[in-house]
């Protein structure tokens, strides 16, 4: 039987309602550049995972990503 999650949402405020990682103290340019790269990474490994067999073991899913990223 699945667990339900009973968490409340965050409430405003948030670090997640301000953005991921909005404790760090970094430029806003820089912070920019590494929402690019996160959005970069994430779009090639949705790619990735949606070309591989289901099969496919998790071995698999890094060599491939490395070879892509």
């Known amino acids: 039987m699945a667990k339900s999650d009973t968490s409340p949402p965050p409430s405003p405020g948030t670090p997640a309602e301000k953005g991921t990682a909005a404790y760090l103290d970094m430029p806003p340019e820089r912070r920019a ?34 070879e892509e990223a």
Do not use: S
């Not at 994430?42 to 995972?49: F, K, S």
């Not at 070309?51 to 890094?62: A, I, K, Q, S």
């Open 33 to 66: 550049a590494a929402q690019a790269n996160a959005a970069m990474l994430l779009a090639t490994a949705q790619r990735v995972a949606d070309e591989l067999p289901l099969g496919t073991d998790v071995d698999d899913f890094r060599r491939v990503l490395v």
